[in-house]
């Protein structure tokens, strides 16, 4: 898709069948629909990377880009005719599972293929982070910001849904450019409930009954990430994080309510409001991911990207990399077979409860070096 979002890696982090028996769901990982085994009509099921190269490596798929807590349905119950070969023991059923029309690849409040070829207007396709559907910037009741003003949207029916946000992005998120609709009232200005009397007592109780400009520090101060570097997803804790809530304290300010999507810059998330009163809240409306930085695409990048150097880093991959194919093939026999005749060479003293000499080792590369020597001497490189 042409994405607003920085493009998503196409890999899934770190997966084995081993991980995902003992695992379970993973946080985030790229995943397809395969409309072959699960074509309209059919129950929703999505699939990870390595199954869709392991098991429906001739089938017609949907790219999904990243889901989050998303088991690999592949070879369940949700397909008839097909085992995994990956994982041939599957739970019948992923109950954690979460789908949508996209498993379908459908996208949108419009309910359209993506690329649709009926559909002439260029538009880009924004992923939600709380739904994670893909919508056209159009279908989204405002103007979308230049792609490099925002990291992360809310649709218009998550916005609703999760009204507490409003008063945060009063604050925080990147203001709209245009309206898309003509209506004539913007929006509802929600007005502050608590009372003087009743803010002094909050502040009383949260024992933060200094000056406006005190409770304001604290505000920013919990709001700032941490620096430790033991943590790439910093969690922001406070003295009194407890008894102070942030949203409490948006709330009392003017904000502006609107029937449309919302954008938001990086590092957000980290002002929102973690008190205990909060985290329920989010758990009620099942979006305990806002507060979660490294949920977010960004981060999941970011993470394939420090995969990819590592693995780039590596001298053997560097010195693969240089190589022909018939150069990588000749290097792979040749290390698979020094693996073999050392293993051998070696069990013979484990056998014996013999130490391993200096002179053992040097004698056995002696005679490897010979013996490929006489192997190399008889190879044709010729068509007879």
């Not at 990291?151 to 998550?158: A, G, K, L, R, S």
């Not at 000056?211 to 520090?217: M, R």
């Not at 505000?219 to 102070?244: D, I, M």
């Not at 993470?303 to 010195?319: A, F, I, N, V, Y």
């Amino acid at each position: 898709m042409g994405v607003r979002i920085t493009k998503v890696l196409v890999f899934e982090l770190g997966f084995s069948p081993e991980n995902e028996r003992n695992k379970g769901a993973v946080k985030r990982q790229a995943l397809y629909a395969c409309s072959t085994c699960t074509p309209p009509g059919e129950e929703p099921a999505g699939i990870c990377l390595a199954c869709s190269y392991e098991c429906h490596g001739t089938h017609k798929l949907f790219e999904l880009y990243t889901k989050r807590n998303f088991c690999c349905d592949c070879g369940n119950s949700k397909f008839k005719n097909l085992q995994c070969r990956l994982l041939p023991e599957k739970v019948k059923v992923n109950l954690g599972n979460k789908y949508n029309d996209n498993f379908y690849g459908l996208y949108c409040i419009c309910k359209r293929p993506y690329p649709d070829p009926e559909d002439e207007i260029p538009d880009e396709m924004i992923q939600c982070i709380v739904c994670e559907d893909w919508f056209h910037g159009r279908h989204l009741g405002v103007v979308p910001p230049d792609s490099g003003d925002f990291h992360e949207m809310v649709c218009q029916t998550c916005m609703n849904r999760c009204s507490f946000l409003w008063p945060y992005a009063a604050q925080l998120a990147v203001p709209t450019l245009t309206k898309m609709n003509s209506h004539e009232d913007d929006g509802i200005v929600l007005n502050v409930k608590e009372t003087e009397e009743q803010t002094r007592e909050i502040k009383k109780e949260s024992g933060l009954d200094q000056t406006e400009k005190s409770v304001e520090e604290q505000v920013e101060q919990c709001n700032e990430p941490s620096t430790s570097s033991g943590s790439a997803c910093p969690k922001v804790v406070t003295k009194n994080e407890e008894q102070f809530c942030k949203l409490r304290e948006f709330q009392r300010k003017l904000y502006l309510k609107k029937d449309t999507a919302t954008f938001w810059p990086s590092s957000w998330r980290s002002k929102l409001c973690t008190c205990k009163d909060c985290l329920k809240m989010y758990s009620e409306l099942d979006v305990q991911f806002l507060t979660d930085e490294c949920d977010t695409v960004l981060a999941y990048e970011n993470k394939g990207t420090s995969d990819q150097e590592t693995d780039r880093r590596d001298p053997l991959m560097d010195t693969l990399s240089s190589m022909n194919r018939v150069q990588q093939v000749e290097l792979i026999c040749e290390y698979n077979d020094l693996k073999t005749e050392l293993t051998d060479y070696l069990r013979r003293f484990a056998d014996e409860g013999t130490v391993v000499k200096r002179e053992d080792i040097q004698q056995f590369f002696e005679e490897f070096q010979s013996r490929k020597r006489r192997r190399t001497n008889r190879m044709q490189y010729y068509c007879s």
